[in-house]
């Protein structure tokens, strides 16, 4: 199943984004977190890709895990920092053997101790260049891309960021899913802006639901998501209450989605840390008032 025939305005789907674990009992809890979340449906999961390809072959293998015995479709990301053609096309090789239909294509961190000259000699430096990659050998694969409400945190500008989203949607991509926000707002003018300058296809919101402070504080630093004042002065009231901050979390988080669902989104996107505890409850309040 391509995604690009789920996301529907008029039948959004919900999605989860997991990463391969480290070891057997780490797969074993993700298994069963994707037991727990079978019954609400997922239109499809995704699974995470490390720097420099680190858990590459646990990607592949888990994807594969996951639509042979579960049913449930998945997307595998892939990064190409690093990586050379040969090594691409082996991987894209694998997963379409795997009877996988959807990549989400990503530039991938720098990987720890790499130098300015190793990424200067790489074949592919941008994200753009992998879906060219991907298009010109004709895997018929349904193309994702990340994209950024708030600004790249690598960019100049926020308009700057959007002629870089243009030129991957140009190069191949079939739809977009955003990065972590707490405020709408972004999105909104994200999706506007996108339109002006020809942006057309779907651009899913990715949600967070927040559960722990410290954890929260740290993804925002990394990748340059704000967390509105009045939700950033609660978080640190209940900092020493987890249930209660998970509780918080969960009700913004619900939040979102409902204003979201509302002005007519494709989908909706959920980082859920390989935990299915505050999704399942987020979304089972979002089908509950539909």
């Not at 990064?79 to 990503?106: P, S």
């Not at 959007?162 to 079939?174: C, E, Q, R, S």
């Not at 999105?187 to 002006?196: C, G, M, N, S, T």
């Not at 929260?216 to 987890?242: H, N, S, V, W, Y």
Request: glycine share 6%; proline share 6%.
């Amino acid at each position: 199943m391509k995604i690009r025939n789920r996301l529907n305005p008029s039948n959004p789907c919900f999605s989860f984004e997991f990463f391969p674990p480290k070891t057997d009992a780490g797969t074993a809890n993700l298994l069963q977190t994707l037991e727990d979340l079978a019954p609400l449906e997922p239109g499809f999961v995704s699974v995470t890709y490390g720097a420099g390809g680190s858990t590459r072959d646990r990607t592949v293998d888990l994807v594969t895990r996951i639509k042979r015995d579960t049913g449930i479709e998945a997307m595998a990301h892939l990064t190409c920092l690093g990586h050379t053609r040969e090594e691409l096309r082996e991987l894209l090789r694998r997963l379409k053997e795997a009877k996988i239909d959807n990549v989400l294509v990503l530039r991938g961190d720098v990987p720890q101790g790499a130098s300015p000259d190793t990424l200067a000699n790489t074949d592919f430096r941008h994200a753009t260049d992998l879906v060219r990659f991907i298009r010109e050998e004709d895997f018929d694969f349904s193309l994702g891309g990340a994209c950024y409400p708030e600004g790249h945190v690598e960019t100049r500008s926020r308009d700057e960021d959007l002629l870089h989203l243009k030129a991957k949607v140009d190069a191949g991509l079939d739809f977009v899913i955003t990065q972590l926000f707490f405020d709408n707002a972004f999105y909104f003018d994200f999706v506007e802006r996108a339109r002006r300058v020809g942006i057309n296809v779907p651009i899913v919101p990715g949600i967070m639901p927040i559960t722990n402070h410290e954890q929260i504080q740290r993804f925002t630093r990394m990748c340059g998501a704000t967390i509105p004042m009045r939700l950033a002065l609660q978080l640190e009231q209940l900092k020493d209450q987890p249930e209660a901050l998970v509780q918080l979390g969960v009700a913004h988080a619900t939040v979102q989605c409902m204003e979201l669902l509302s002005r007519g989104v494709p989908g909706i996107h959920f980082y859920t840390l390989n935990k299915s505890p505050a999704t399942r409850m987020i979304v089972s309040a979002l089908r509950a008032r539909t």
